[in-house]
């Protein structure tokens, strides 16, 4: 019998072998002993993907690896190692979770990739994201969750099916909608922008509409304030307790926000319009969403035009008009409020959206935006930011 671990995202996994009984136990607890003296630090994961028998004795070894080193989970449980272990009441003591079933990317179409992963044809009903690496199972876990509320608040989105293993990591497997983005759209039929952004648009208000106090959704003011964390070292305290303050002066909000509603992230066919990538879905205040928009049609056009044209196929100009679009049919400006005074009021929190993320850029592009910020966020957040509604 030999037990393997291995140390990836703060997580010790240990392998489980095919069967702990009186007889293999001593053994399997001297083995686990030695792999988490060489990994002490983080949670601890059993993955029971090759246990095929347990008897009590391997639920004491269990329970007692559990109250010697403190947070505990089992995954990867085939059925009838899971009825047993709830039979024996050890999902009181060590979260267990079934089997993850196992897909294979390997021959299927690449149709999207993100920051987070990739987007692969599974068959001709699914799709799957393919997570990178760095993303915790924890994080994948909460987003399909997420999703899952989100759908039953009756936002228009794709299914969930289930979370996943992948050649690489973890991927949710989604319903597969034949459409297309409104970004693709509208590069097919350029003339017909302005209708597609309008109906992108509405799509935006009406989620706007939706309250959800008792959904189970996460509050994006904190998911912002977290984030925010891990940029610290990269601002003066003076910095850091600008942005801090004006995120905490933002009202608090109930309102469905979806946290990255850009064109790329909406399908349309036939006149229906459907949200897809719920990674960033929560409740808040909606200027969250519409920071995140001017962060994509404004700031990174005007300052990164590469990434624009990179990340959405379009020009700085083509992103302009999308935005003046957004800002009309959301709010009908007229009179002092217009297009000017709504793009001045978002301009910080838009800022912030892009700051949250600056531990991503390069150094030359860090230091760049750090130059930008000092010139245009910081004196704005000093002044006291305002919101527009």
């Not at 240990?14 to 069967?19: A, G, M, S, T, V």
């Not at 686990?32 to 949670?43: K, L, Q, S, T, V």
């Amino acid at each position: 019998m030999q037990i393997t671990g291995s140390y990836d995202n703060h997580a010790l996994t240990i392998h489980l072998p095919p069967r702990l009984d009186v007889s293999s136990v001593p053994e399997a607890e001297h083995q686990m002993n030695d792999i988490r003296a060489r990994y002490p630090e983080g949670e601890v994961i059993f993955d029971a993907s090759h246990l095929s028998f347990i008897t009590v004795a391997g639920l004491r070894l269990l329970i007692k690896f559990k109250r010697q080193n403190g947070h505990v989970i089992m995954i990867n449980a085939n059925d009838q190692v899971y009825d047993y272990l709830v039979r024996h009441s050890v999902p009181y003591l060590i979260p267990v979770e079934k089997q993850i079933r196992h897909v294979s990317v390997n021959g299927c179409d690449l149709i999207g990739q993100g920051t987070n992963g990739k987007v692969y044809r599974l068959t001709d009903r699914t799709i799957v994201k393919d997570y990178f690496r760095d993303v915790p199972l924890e994080r994948i876990k909460n987003q399909i969750d997420v999703a899952r509320r989100a759908y039953a608040l009756g936002m228009p989105t794709p299914t969930v099916f289930d979370i996943v293993r992948t050649d690489t990591w973890y991927g949710i497997v989604y319903e597969f909608v034949d459409a297309k983005t409104v970004d693709g759209m509208i590069r097919e039929n350029p003339t017909l922008a302005y209708d597609y952004a309008k109906g992108y648009v509405r799509l935006l208000k009406k989620a706007h509409g939706v309250h959800a106090p008792s959904a189970g959704l996460p509050e994006v003011k904190k998911r912002w304030l977290r984030k925010l964390e891990n940029v610290r070292s990269l601002l003066s305290g003076e910095e850091y307790d600008l942005v801090v303050r004006a995120l905490n002066s933002v009202p608090e909000r109930d309102t469905f926000v979806h946290g990255d509603f850009h064109v790329g992230n909406v399908m349309y066919e036939n006149g229906h319009y459907m949200m897809i990538d719920m990674d960033n879905v929560g409740i808040g205040h909606p200027v969250f969403d519409l920071s995140a928009l001017f962060m994509s049609y404004l700031f990174i056009p005007t300052y990164q035009p590469d990434v624009t044209k990179q990340v959405f196929d379009m020009s700085a100009g083509e992103a302009m008009l999308l935005w003046h679009t957004l800002i009309e049919e959301y709010f009908h400006p007229e009179g002092d409020h217009d297009i000017t005074w709504y793009t001045h009021m978002i301009a910080p929190w838009g800022m912030i959206r892009y700051l949250l993320a600056l531990y991503r850029q390069t150094p030359e592009d860090t230091k760049k935006l750090l130059t930008i910020y000092r010139e245009k966020l910081f004196p704005r957040l000093r002044a006291g930011a305002e919101l527009p509604f």
